[in-house]
């Protein structure tokens, strides 16, 4: 029931030839699921939020920019957002359409090495139920309980009219669904981690695009792989941002990752936004000590978050050009992960 590669001709539009070039120049070739926590699952499935629903999509760019004259980023549908946000069988970028392998309701429906069905759900599961007679199904990511009967938290592709949503959703008779877990999974009490395909990238000139090249060229990257954008070769304001679902309100430690080259820029500027304040930080990229280290960003105490997904309030920048701040990095800069640790409860 798996649904094949769909080519540009049977989804009724053909792309030009220089967006077909731009695609296999920034898509990195599928090499099998990464090891992803429940909070990244959350993370990917919220940049989804207010997005287009689209039958038979699985392609956005983030924070509700729906442009509708794009050839990628058109919107997904309930499956299409599950394993997008689940990245299986293989790692994704939110803006562009799946090139091979496309689970459907009725394969999340029964068995596979990528998942197992549980009798409880937990953040980042999913919900999911399918007809085998009429072919209809539906499926959701569970976020966490609402105190409302049948009616949990939910990261949803419900229809055309709702779009993408994140919301207490519709009273429904949820003894249908069967309640699945990714495996893959790598949960660690106290921390969150957000590896590079789930950060956004920014293009003043273009907006939330990732046009940043994927490379696994050298060692010490999280995960399948790490990008890379030359900053002195940048005209606009460009920056990759990771932004966690933070779970409890209180003070993290923010760590970042990357894979350490001659090349890099040895004045890599992060920015972590928090509550009611910004932490700027440089970090030297060349340095080869952290081939197999995470670099602390909070070293002078840790940092108040609210809990939820706060773009403005929540984040980590990557900054590879800033005009407007007279910046340029002088090498390439990496993004690949990275991580709030939990350190003490809110005192507000």
């Keep these: 029931m798996i649904k094949n590669l769909r080519t540009v001709c049977e989804k009724g539009y053909l792309l030009p030839l220089t967006s077909l070039l731009l695609v296999f120049l920034f898509v990195p070739a599928a090499i099998g699921a990464p090891y992803m926590d429940r909070h990244e699952i ?5 940049s989804a939020v207010n997005g287009n629903y689209y039958w038979g999509g699985e392609s956005w760019y983030p924070f509700g920019d729906t442009d509708s004259s794009r050839t990628n980023g058109k919107g997904a549908d309930c499956s299409g957002l599950v394993i997008k946000a689940w990245e299986v069988p293989s790692t994704f970028y939110y803006p562009f359409e799946i090139s091979g392998t496309r689970y459907t309701t009725a394969d999340l429906w029964g068995t596979s090495s990528y998942w197992s069905q549980v009798t409880s759900p937990e953040r980042g599961d999913i919900y999911v139920r399918h007809n085998f007679s009429t072919g209809n199904g539906h499926t959701f990511i569970y976020d966490k309980d609402s105190g409302y009967t049948a009616r949990p938290w939910a990261y949803e592709a419900y229809n055309s009219t709702y779009g993408i949503r994140y919301w207490i959703r519709p009273a429904e008779d949820l003894s249908q669904y069967r309640i699945k877990r ?6 660690t009490g106290g921390v969150i981690k957000i590896d590079n395909p789930s950060a956004a990238y920014w293009n003043e000139a273009t907006g939330w695009r990732n046009v940043w090249n994927s490379s696994t060229a050298n060692p010490g990257y999280i995960g399948d792989n790490y990008q890379y954008i030359y900053g002195p070769g940048q005209t606009n304001r460009v920056f990759a941002r990771w932004t966690p679902v933070i779970t409890a309100r209180g003070y993290y430690h923010v760590w970042v990752k990357w894979a350490p080259a001659e090349n890099n820029a040895d ?11 910004t932490l700027v930080r440089y970090r030297n990229q060349r340095d080869s000590s952290y081939v197999n280290q995470w670099s602390q960003l909070t070293t002078s105490g840790a940092l108040p978050f609210e809990a939820g997904f706060n773009v403005n309030s929540g984040s980590v920048d990557l900054v590879a050009r800033d005009p407007g701040a007279n910046y340029t990095a002088n090498g390439n800069v990496v993004a690949d992960a ?11």
């Design 42 to 46: 959350a993370a990917r499935a919220h």
């Design 182 to 187: 990714r495996a893959l999974r790598d949960d």
């Design 267 to 277: 004045n890599a500027k992060y920015v972590v936004r928090y509550r009611n304040g």
């Design 338 to 348: 990275v991580r709030f640790v939990w350190d003490r409860p809110a005192d507000w």
